[in-house]
């Protein structure tokens, strides 16, 4: 007997065509909501950030809902998941060499080990962004949390390098001459600083550029997976330091505006630069890739940070070369920092290390030719320097002294002055009593500055200590 037929499904019917009608009007609402500033959605992202397939799709997910929570709610709607701004693309006709295939393969194995993992959210999003200009923190980058921040701050380092101490030849200059910066002399800066840097681990000889372009340039792999922004880079080769200078200074906006991906392609630059038959003899056992999924999260492993500072990608911070004993006659060898380099490197933490203890910051990172350090305390990554150039030349100078922080984040406004007496032990005797643990005694950037100057008396001048 047929199934008699509800008398409302007509209505249901009209009522469903109606929804769907409303559903695709928001949508195209949205859609040219999102065109308007810049934004686009990912589509494939956000079906992955609800099936929640892999940790990189978690991580864009979290990354995204942090981003949008930030949002006035009625201009954006609740159930976009991520949203990553456009890149800002380069001209296919400026001459460079079409990645190949082959080379985004070697990129993808040198930097996950693996030619299916991608950047995630948080990394697409980060780039060169400098504070105000004509400001206190003028010649400062600000960082956003994430794997990129710890590029942000060395390449930071190499920025107050150049302020300092390369446009500048006074032996002591003051701080007030990095809150002076106009725009234009912030990107002079930051192309400065990038050029050194690529250079430098060039060996001195060649920097490599990239770029991405509208065009891509290789078809896709069933052994590639594809982010459809590796595809279309363009590399520039540069045989001289001052001529890839002056290529990044008319190209920056393709680093430091938003949009540009820029970390990303300052650390394919960088590998470019260093190339892989070079990264493969820096590396030990120890490191068969540049970067370490944590948390859902890719981070720097310490070789990325070795090849901005020292321009070789050591794995570790001591120095020279050291012998792991190991079960049975083999004995592995570890590879160090094997000369004093122009910046340098601090580091406190407090984490237990479960595997082998990892040996102390050593001489030559500790010691640099100039008093700039990146540090990294607790996992987070910040910046200490003097303004005297000859710090680190005359051990009387370093009796009292003025160093400045900055940690990258936006909560700070001001450049932090601190003053270190190193023949005062006056902290000794008033903090004794109080713990026998110095770590927990003391503020971890007091640690990481005693690490190099120990038992040093630390004043904050004035500011409310923290980090």
């Known amino acids: 007997m047929d199934q008699e037929i509800p008398s409302d499904v007509p209505n249901l019917q009209q009522m469903n065509r109606e929804e769907i009608s409303s559903k695709i009007s928001n949508l195209v609402k949205w859609r040219k909501i999102f065109s308007f500033n810049g934004l686009e959605i990912n589509h494939t992202a956000h079906q992955k950030c609800q099936d929640h397939k892999s940790d990189e799709d978690k991580e864009d997910a979290a990354g995204a809902s942090q981003t949008t929570s930030s949002l006035k709610q009625d201009r954006f709607p609740s159930n976009i998941l991520c949203s990553i701004p456009k890149a800002l693309i380069a001209s296919s006709n400026l001459g460079g060499q079409p990645i190949s295939l082959e080379m985004a393969v070697g990129l993808r194995r040198m ?65 007030q001459s990095l809150c002076e910066l106009s725009q234009k002399e912030q990107d002079e800066a930051l192309a400065a600083a990038l050029a050194d840097i690529l250079w430098t681990a060039g060996e001195r000889q060649k920097a490599t550029v990239c770029l991405v372009t509208s065009d891509t340039y290789f078809a896709p792999s069933v052994d590639y997976k594809v982010d459809h922004f590796t595809e279309r880079i363009q590399l520039f080769e540069f045989f001289e330091k001052e001529t890839a200078q002056q290529f990044l200074y008319n190209h920056i906006h393709y680093l430091n505006y938003e949009g540009s991906h820029g970390v990303i392609l300052f650390l394919y630059s960088l590998l470019f630069s260093r190339t892989f038959e070079r990264l493969q003899k820096d590396l030990d056992f120890t490191t068969t890739h540049l970067l370490q999924c944590r948390l859902g999260n890719f981070v720097c492993r310490q070789a990325i940070l070795n090849i901005i500072l020292t321009g070789r990608a050591s794995p570790h911070v001591f120095n020279g070369f050291q012998k792991l004993d190991t079960e049975g006659s083999v004995q592995k060898q570890l590879h160090g920092v094997l000369s004093r380099s122009d910046v340098g490197f601090l580091y406190c933490s407090k984490e237990k290390v479960e595997h082998y203890k990892l040996p102390q910051v050593g ?31 005359d051990w009387k100078m370093e009796h009292l002294f003025d160093l400045y922080f900055y940690n990258g984040q936006p909560l700070q406004k001001t450049t932090v002055h601190l003053t270190i007496d190193t023949h005062s032990h006056h902290w000794e005797e008033h903090h004794f009593e109080e713990d026998s643990d110095p770590e927990k005694r003391f503020l971890s950037v007091e640690m990481a500055i005693r690490t190099k100057w120990e038992g040093a008396a630390i004043n904050w001048n004035g500011t409310i200590p923290f980090f």
């Open 111 to 175: 930097l996950f080990g693996s030619t299916f993992h991608i950047f995630g959210y948080e990394w697409k999003r980060s780039y060169f962004r400098f504070r105000e200009p004509h400001a206190d923190l003028a010649y400062a980058l600000e960082t956003d949390k994430g794997g990129a921040t710890a590029i942000q701050m060395a390449v930071q380092v190499y920025i107050i390098k150049y302020l300092l101490f390369v446009q500048n030849k006074e032996e002591n200059v003051h701080l």
């Open 363 to 393: 001489s030559m990172l500790k010691t640099p030719k100039l008093p700039i350090w990146l540090c990294s305390i607790n996992g987070t990554y910040s910046v200490l320097f003097s303004t005297n150039r000859l710090l680190l030349s």
